[in-house]
């Protein structure tokens, strides 16, 4: 099955640091655009970075600019979510996905597929 996987996760105090990866064993990620997406308990799926295909253009939720960077590990056929600042409210499961459908707004869940099982970012004191 062809899927993405996430991994980097875990537990840091507010303020700290994590960088995730998402990878693929299949396919080359430098021909899709790219999304990361986080799920709290309770809350719907949002949207959080995205890159387009290449070195194309970033774009990144309100919510996380200037903390949060996105970027491409072409030899290591990765995507990588480099995460700062964190805060408690960044809580949640993180899942990359890679964009299915064209003429969406970015960063719109149902336009993304072949999801990954999501890792785990916990920011607490």
């Known amino acids: 099955q062809v899927q993405l996987v996430e991994s980097g996760g875990g537990s840091v105090p507010p303020g700290g640091s994590l960088r995730l990866s998402c990878s693929a064993s299949?396919?080359?990620?430098?021909?899709?655009?790219i999304g990361w997406f986080r799920q709290a308990p309770g809350k719907e799926r949002e949207g959080v970075a995205c890159i387009e295909s290449g070195d194309g253009e970033r774009t990144y939720a309100d919510s996380i600019k200037g903390r949060f960077t996105i970027g491409r590990d072409k030899a290591m056929n990765t995507v990588w979510l480099q995460m700062d600042a964190l805060r408690p409210e960044d809580t949640a499961v993180y899942y990359c996905?890679?964009?299915?459908?064209?003429?969406?707004?970015?960063?719109?869940?149902?336009?993304?597929?072949?999801w990954g099982q999501g890792t785990q970012v916990t920011v607490s004191s």
């Open positions: 996905a890679a964009l299915v459908q064209t003429g969406w707004a970015p960063l719109v869940p149902k336009a993304y597929g072949l």
């Open positions: 299949t396919f080359t990620l430098d021909y899709y655009e």
